[in-house]
């Protein structure tokens, strides 16, 4: 039995008949396997793989199968899946071999008719790949490009009609793309360059991030429980537009800041550390086990400032009324600008949900307002590139709330641009999505 492909096959399966996060269940898999580095790769390689090209998979795979793949027993289901994976995406990997261990998989999860089907499935798709060819032509083109970019048709028809076809095929592709780790320099424990010494020691390859001057880019590592500088905490994984979003804030020493939405602390911590690890920093979230994630981190960075504290964000002004000098808003949100680094979000997104996102976030928004002096500052992020989400949230607050003043959040970037309200775009950019808005409360 081929025991890389093996663990995808029920990692895939955990993921789609279980809700399980494709890099939380690999993880807890590889972990409890006995498998050469080289396999790890693949199995990884499989796993992410798979379930980034998702509906496109299936799509392929109903040119070869008569019956609807509802039918078919869950994990056989997933050993098609990655048969046809490896077949149209893996060039690597000859026909023969994915062919062979799909037949081995399927002799463990079925019975010999079940096998026999499997076989002539993938068989037929080497055979005749011209079946799978994808649309093209007049009319075709979106659902093409939804397909050849493995991305949901509603959304790539969403982002034609936003930015246009070219565009919204770059934003694909860049979805698609290899994300780099980015790690976050604690400045309570070392600077960038020591940093990036102490990387290059342990065996990483990494270089400066051009966006903020704590950011790290780390383009080659092993195990990231082996990494010393990762470990005992003299950096935290964090996003480079993320990191932005701490400099917005301004936080000084001594002053009290609510991080309403906290989890998992990259931006939390990152407060921290702006302030100096002095005054107090309000971590709140709903879930019991992501503020405990919180205090990790924070004891790991040497952080005693911070408190995480149970709290629905929608109630942050009642429990803080008038009392913060700061509060951050990272809103609930679709995470449209962030699909890169989660290749199994793109299939759990709906333009329902986006459409009952903008409430949620005014109703935290609104509470948030509420828990600032006068004087205080107000600042709104997301990881979305949806106006919905975003700039139309903000003026209608803005609308609601005379007392805020929009300030200009692109002033407080690390390198400053014209901007009331800051919107980064993967396919413009370079870097993941990301909002942020600055609002000052005025005095008296």
């Given at each position: 039995m081929d025991k890389a492909r093996e663990l995808a096959c029920e990692v895939l399966n955990e993921v789609h008949e279980k809700g399980a996060y494709a890099n939380v269940a690999l993880v807890k898999h590889l972990r409890k396997a006995n498998l050469s580095d080289q396999d790890r790769r693949f199995a990884t390689e499989l796993v992410y793989g798979a379930v980034k090209a998702g509906d496109t998979l299936d799509w392929i795979l109903r040119?070869?199968?008569?019956?609807?793949?509802?039918?078919?027993?869950?994990?056989i289901r997933e050993v098609l899946r990655l048969g046809i994976?490896?077949?149209f995406y893996l060039d690597k990997v000859p026909p023969s071999a994915a062919c062979n261990t799909a037949v081995e998989l399927a002799k463990k999860y079925s019975h010999a008719g079940t096998v026999k089907f499997v076989n002539a499935v993938l068989r037929t798709a080497v055979r005749e790949p011209e079946k799978a060819a994808f649309p093209e032509g007049k009319g075709k083109a979106t659902e093409g490009l939804a397909l050849k970019e493995q991305h949901p048709y509603w959304l790539v028809k969403h982002w034609v009609k936003q930015f246009g076809f070219d565009e919204a095929e770059a934003l694909?592709?860049?979805d698609n793309g290899q994300p780099v780790l980015s790690v976050r320099t604690n400045t309570l424990k070392t600077n960038r360059e020591d940093l990036l010494a102490a990387l290059q020691t342990a065996g990483a390859a990494a270089a400066a991030s051009t966006w903020t001057p704590e950011g790290v880019l780390i383009t080659a590592?092993?195990?990231l429980d082996d990494l010393t500088p990762l470990q005992d905490g003299r950096c935290q994984v964090q996003d480079e537009s993320s990191m932005?979003?701490?400099?917005?804030?301004?936080p000084q020493p001594g002053e009290l800041i609510i991080d309403c939405c906290s989890a998992p602390g990259g931006k939390t911590t990152h407060i921290a550390a702006l302030m100096n690890n002095e005054g107090r920093v309000v971590a709140g979230d709903i879930y019991e086990h992501k503020l405990e994630r919180i205090a990790e981190n924070a004891r790991r960075l040497g952080i005693d400032i911070i408190e995480p504290t149970l709290l629905d964000a929608r109630e942050v002004g009642d429990e803080y009324e008038a009392m913060a000098d700061r509060v951050l808003v990272d809103a609930p949100c679709s995470g449209l600008g962030v699909l890169r680094r989660k290749p199994d979000a793109r299939w759990n997104k709906s333009a329902e949900e986006i459409a009952r996102l903008p409430e949620l976030q005014l109703q935290i928004l609104n509470s948030a307002a509420k828990a600032l002096k006068d004087g205080g500052v107000l600042v709104y992020s997301t990881c979305t590139i949806e106006p919905a989400e975003n700039q139309e949230v903000v003026a209608k607050f803005l609308a609601d709330h005379p007392e805020?003043?929009?300030?200009?959040?692109?002033a407080f970037l690390p390198q400053p641009r014209q901007a009331e309200m800051v919107q980064l775009y993967p396919q413009r950019d370079g870097t993941d999505g990301f909002f942020i808005a600055r609002m000052c409360k005025r005095k008296g």
């Amino acid at each position: 039995m081929d025991k890389a492909r093996e663990l995808a096959c029920e990692v895939l399966n955990e993921v789609h008949e279980k809700g399980a996060y494709a890099n939380v269940a690999l993880v807890k898999h590889l972990r409890k396997a006995n498998l050469s580095d080289q396999d790890r790769r693949f199995a990884t390689e499989l796993v992410y793989g798979a379930v980034k090209a998702g509906d496109t998979l299936d799509w392929i795979l109903r040119r070869y199968v008569n019956r609807p793949l509802k039918k078919i027993p869950p994990l056989i289901r997933e050993v098609l899946r990655l048969g046809i994976y490896q077949l149209f995406y893996l060039d690597k990997v000859p026909p023969s071999a994915a062919c062979n261990t799909a037949v081995e998989l399927a002799k463990k999860y079925s019975h010999a008719g079940t096998v026999k089907f499997v076989n002539a499935v993938l068989r037929t798709a080497v055979r005749e790949p011209e079946k799978a060819a994808f649309p093209e032509g007049k009319g075709k083109a979106t659902e093409g490009l939804a397909l050849k970019e493995q991305h949901p048709y509603w959304l790539v028809k969403h982002w034609v009609k936003q930015f246009g076809f070219d565009e919204a095929e770059a934003l694909c592709k860049f979805d698609n793309g290899q994300p780099v780790l980015s790690v976050r320099t604690n400045t309570l424990k070392t600077n960038r360059e020591d940093l990036l010494a102490a990387l290059q020691t342990a065996g990483a390859a990494a270089a400066a991030s051009t966006w903020t001057p704590e950011g790290v880019l780390i383009t080659a590592h092993g195990s990231l429980d082996d990494l010393t500088p990762l470990q005992d905490g003299r950096c935290q994984v964090q996003d480079e537009s993320s990191m932005l979003v701490a400099h917005v804030v301004d936080p000084q020493p001594g002053e009290l800041i609510i991080d309403c939405c906290s989890a998992p602390g990259g931006k939390t911590t990152h407060i921290a550390a702006l302030m100096n690890n002095e005054g107090r920093v309000v971590a709140g979230d709903i879930y019991e086990h992501k503020l405990e994630r919180i205090a990790e981190n924070a004891r790991r960075l040497g952080i005693d400032i911070i408190e995480p504290t149970l709290l629905d964000a929608r109630e942050v002004g009642d429990e803080y009324e008038a009392m913060a000098d700061r509060v951050l808003v990272d809103a609930p949100c679709s995470g449209l600008g962030v699909l890169r680094r989660k290749p199994d979000a793109r299939w759990n997104k709906s333009a329902e949900e986006i459409a009952r996102l903008p409430e949620l976030q005014l109703q935290i928004l609104n509470s948030a307002a509420k828990a600032l002096k006068d004087g205080g500052v107000l600042v709104y992020s997301t990881c979305t590139i949806e106006p919905a989400e975003n700039q139309e949230v903000v003026a209608k607050f803005l609308a609601d709330h005379p007392e805020f003043t929009l300030e200009q959040t692109g002033a407080f970037l690390p390198q400053p641009r014209q901007a009331e309200m800051v919107q980064l775009y993967p396919q413009r950019d370079g870097t993941d999505g990301f909002f942020i808005a600055r609002m000052c409360k005025r005095k008296g």
